[in-house]
Nanobody
Framework: QVQLVESGGGLVQPGGSLRLSCAAS????????MGWYRQAPGKQREFVAR???????NYADSVLGRFTISRDNAKNTVYLQMNDLKLEDTAVYYC???????WGQGTQVTVSS
């Protein structure tokens, strides 16, 4: 059974940084596309970033140049380095594994002064 566990969320001031981690189990990690999505209060869940098995990333326009997705196949973990955080980045961040469309439980990121 595929399981994803996110960590690393928290409270940060505008302009600050956070690094999210998503530890995967029950899957052949290196063969999956791994993604990060987020959901702000009252809004739909939206795409943030994705990384392919060979390590090719793509990003939502809203985070391009500020966020970096990476993966460590030896540790079955995908990361999201978030820099220059803005108030509008406040959301619950979810890890996703594809194929299978498995989701983690989410981790809260709050950007506030």
């Amino acid at each position: 059974q595929v399981q994803l566990v996110e960590s690393g969320g928290g409270l940060v001031q505008p302009g600050g940084s956070l690094r999210l981690s998503c530890a995967a189990s029950g899957m052949i990690f290196w063969s999956y596309n791994m993604g990060w999505y987020r959901q702000a209060p009252g809004k739909q869940r939206e795409f943030v970033a994705r990384i392919t098995p060979p390590g090719r990333p793509n990003y939502a326009d809203s985070v391009l140049g500020r966020f970096t997705i990476s993966r460590d196949n030896a540790k079955n973990t995908v990361y999201l380095q978030m820099n220059d955080l803005k108030l509008e980045d406040t959301a619950v961040y979810y890890c996703n594994a594809d194929p299978g469309n498995t989701w983690g439980q989410g981790t809260q990121v709050t950007v506030s002064s």
